[in-house]
């Protein structure tokens, strides 16, 4: 019996199969199944499914107890792939990759989804995509050859794989759900906001704005950017943005209940009784998980801000009786990966240990001063090389050239408009937009890039120079994702948290210690599969605890 096996769901809720040799071609008849569950249920022998879409077809089988150990999902690698070749944001569907290999006109994508409030239809039902199991059964081969004409085809398998299995992890996610009590939530805002006005804000918002009107003895709406850079200015204080770090700098009596207004402004508004209403059910919150949903293949959510929870608000984040959360933050992770992909035998020997690596930087190039070792670390990855960050780099470039040649190249590709890759093969888009620019730290108020501009190339070169680091840590966490679902599966225990550098695991009580165990050597395992023999090493500051707010 093959262990892969190609699956089209059908429109009466059946589905058509096929059994797949290695060569990715057709092994045997199709067979066609009335119940697409019952049809995976009563194959346990196949170990990898391949289908159209993991979204269109997983939360299916999940709401019917049915997991897979693995997947591939045709329409994620068609994204990479057509990237790889140069060719990113053309239509990945499979029925866009169906009529590439036909020549006939290409289908746009269906626009992207989003999650709606206290619903789950748009994410576990989205709209089907009429691809016969012959199509996707071509498209499938057709992107296995594709593989191996690619420049390192192990490693673009490797990431195909994977993110296939961060899908999985995925759907398991956004099922299972983040613990969350509704009641302590309730009380934190009472105590941060306290009470609810009917049609305005909460009586501690409304005292603030007060308290900043009377310190600038007219009226001023805290919450209006104009308004309060307006009300400095007449106070003889010039400022350009309401940002926290600039305002704070200022010695005026509206400071402080101003920055007070914002911080509970920002909870009220990002985290506040309608974002409890519509997020939070049935003692879960499911924020709908998309992997690889930015350029770097950071996962991002469909709603509900997951990835961005304060720490305030991390207190309604409680275990269920009898269980527990085991909170992993991985440790410096991004010059961890540096190390590892630019084969700098200094820095790899920094990385090597668990120990603070800032630390073991600047003892080695600074003097023992860890706030500039970590300056210049920081600055070598996002582009910082002006001013303070130049001198700071030329130190760091002497003790760890191979490092910084690293990102220097990649800064330099990208200037000069090519393709730049992570080290798993996910490539860059050809252009930065304005969002991949802020997620590689470069600061917005440049004008955006556009083909051919000079400042355009200049900051596709900060982007990629961050882009191949960041986008290397994003394949890595990928291997430590399937890693722990592999080692979890025979478990009780549950992912339900996961961004770019930290997974939260629910499970019993008796089994905490055996998923810290799991999660130390998934990360050595994602290590050894990514990297090969590198003496680089990712360790993880882990809690166990029964609140998310106890973890840090």
Not at 46 to 67: C, E
Not at 376 to 382: D, E, F, K, P, S
Not at 506 to 533: K, L, M, N, Q
Request: hydrophobic fraction near 40%.
């Amino acid at each position: 019996m093959s262990e892969r096996w190609a699956l089209a769901a059908t429109e009466d809720g059946g589905a058509l199969l096929v059994a797949l040799g290695r060569d990715g071609l057709p092994e045997g008849a199709v067979v066609r199944e009335p119940d697409l569950v019952e049809a995976v249920r009563s194959r346990p022998e196949v170990v990898r499914w391949v289908w159209r879409s993991t979204d269109a077809v997983y939360p299916r089988l999940l709401s019917a107890g049915v997991r897979v150990e693995r997947c591939y999902d045709i329409e994620d690698a068609e994204a990479l792939l057509l990237g790889h070749e140069g060719r990113f944001g053309e239509p990945h569907s499979a029925a866009a990759a169906w009529a590439r290999l036909r020549g006939t006109p290409v289908p746009p994508d269906p626009p992207a989804r989003a999650a709606l409030p206290g619903s789950q239809s748009s994410l576990f039902d989205p709209a089907p995509v009429a691809v016969e199991l012959e199509a996707l059964v071509e498209v499938y081969a057709d992107q296995q050859r594709r593989h191996a004409e690619t420049d390192r085809p192990d490693r673009m398998r490797l990431l195909t794989s994977t993110e296939s299995a961060g899908m999985l992890v995925a759907a398991e996610m956004n099922r299972a759900g983040l613990p969350w009590r509704a009641d302590v939530h309730r009380a934190v805002l009472r105590e941060l906001l306290g009470e609810r006005y009917a049609g305005g804000e909460p009586r501690r918002l409304a005292e603030l704005a007060d308290e900043v009107s009377e310190a600038f003895g007219r009226r001023v709406s805290p919450e209006l950017p104009s308004d309060v850079v307006r009300a400095f200015a007449s106070a003889g204080h010039r400022i350009t943005s309401t940002r926290k770090w600039e305002i704070e700098t200022i010695d005026h009596p509206a400071v402080r209940p101003l920055l007070a207004h914002k911080h509970l402004y920002r909870v009220y508004t990002a985290h506040g009784w309608n974002w409890l209403r519509d997020w939070v059910h049935d003692g879960r919150f499911r924020p709908g998980y998309l992997p690889g949903g930015t350029a770097t293949g950071r996962w991002v959510t469909n709603g509900g801000g997951a990835l961005q929870i304060p720490k305030v608000i991390r207190r309604a984040v409680i275990a269920d009786p009898g269980r527990r959360l085991v909170v992993a933050d991985a440790a410096q992770m991004e010059p961890r990966v540096l190390a590892a992909i630019s084969g700098d035998a200094g820095l790899m020997e920094v990385a090597s240990r668990p120990d603070d690596l800032y630390k073991s930087v600047s003892d080695r190039a600074f003097a023992g001063d860890r706030d500039l070792a970590k300056l210049a670390v920081l600055g070598a990855m996002y582009g910082q090389t002006s001013g303070d960050g130049l001198k700071n780099l030329a130190a760091l470039r002497r003790r760890f050239p191979k490092a910084v040649a690293y990102v220097d190249d990649a800064a330099r590709a990208g200037e000069e408009g090519r393709l730049v890759r992570t080290w798993l093969g996910r490539t860059c888009p050809p252009v930065a937009g304005a969002g991949d620019q802020e997620e590689a730290g470069i600061p917005q108020d440049e004008e955006g890039p556009s083909a051919g501009d000079a400042r355009s190339l200049r900051a596709r070169g900060r982007f990629t120079r961050n882009f191949v680091v960041q986008g290397s840590a994003s394949d890595w966490t990928l291997l430590l994702l399937a890693a722990l679902r592999r080692r979890t599966a025979a478990m009780a225990a549950e992912l339900v948290f996961f961004q770019h550098d930290e997974v939260i695991v629910h499970c019993p009580e008796a089994e905490a210690g055996a998923v810290v165990e799991a999660i130390e050597e998934a990360s050595a395992e994602a290590t050894r599969v990514a990297f090969g023999d590198t003496p680089v090493h990712f360790p993880f500051t882990t809690a166990v605890v029964e609140c998310y707010a106890d973890a840090k």
